[in-house]
């Protein structure tokens, strides 16, 4: 059933204040060992992602030759480190995210966002498949706003792919420096720990082609 208070952002004022402390998470990635916690490694970018639920999300990107380090969490609202049932009360303005810690040596940010567009759909608005609300809305946050602008060119490009079959526009919400809260820790790398766990992944079948 569609709950029309969960498919708006709420302002500031209206959000839930959140708390100062951050939650406490075990640190260790548990597929690869790498520390989940902290700032980002030096040599390493970060590049946050929103594609719905979490769990599926988290799993495209953690074998990927060049990451790092993934972990999931929210961002893109108002509540200072949120709980996951606050984020699912539609009242922090946050969306689910998956961070990654990546080498641009080894893999670049269009190779990430072509993994981004395509595992997806990015016209969805407030949901993704049967997951409504605004914690399930598609996002993309760097950490700069030279990485941004090449965001928007990707999102340019992809549109420019789903307009081939008349597909939707994209609703990708884009923005830089943006804080991203940790998630519990049962949510990080959930599906390593839950093989047949829920995944709701579901993308429109249209490739990514390059940047020119």
């Known amino acids: 059933m569609w709950r ?43 590049l946050s992602v929103g594609m719905g639920c979490f769990w599926g999300a988290e799993r495209l990107f953690w074998s990927l030759p060049g990451v790092y380090a993934t972990a999931v969490g929210y961002g893109g609202g108002y509540t200072e480190n949120p709980t996951y049932d606050e984020v699912c009360s539609g009242n922090t303005g946050h969306t689910e995210l998956v961070r990654i810690w990546y080498d641009p040596a080894q893999i670049s940010l ?17 949901r993704q498949g049967n997951d409504i609300g605004t914690q399930y809305r598609s996002a993309v946050f760097t ?26 526009e994209i609703t990708t919400e884009l923005r830089a420096g943006i804080p ?33």
């Open 4 to 46: 029309p208070k969960l498919m708006a952002i709420p302002s500031a004022e209206e959000a839930i204040p959140g708390r100062s402390e951050p939650m406490t998470v075990e640190p260790l990635h548990f597929v690869n060992g790498h520390d989940i916690t902290g700032n980002c490694p030096a040599g390493l970018k970060e």
């Open 143 to 168: 950490e700069n706003d030279e990485d941004l602008r090449l965001v928007r060119a990707s999102l340019d490009q992809y549109q420019r792919c789903l307009d081939t079959v008349r597909a939707p």
């Open 110 to 126: 269009e190779q990430l966002l072509a993994v981004f567009w395509e595992q997806h759909d990015p016209t969805q608005g407030m």
């Open 180 to 212: 991203f809260y940790l998630a519990e820790t049962y949510h990080q790398q959930y599906l390593a720990k839950n093989p047949n766990g829920y995944c709701g992944l579901s993308g429109c079948q249209v490739p990514y082609r390059p940047l020119p």
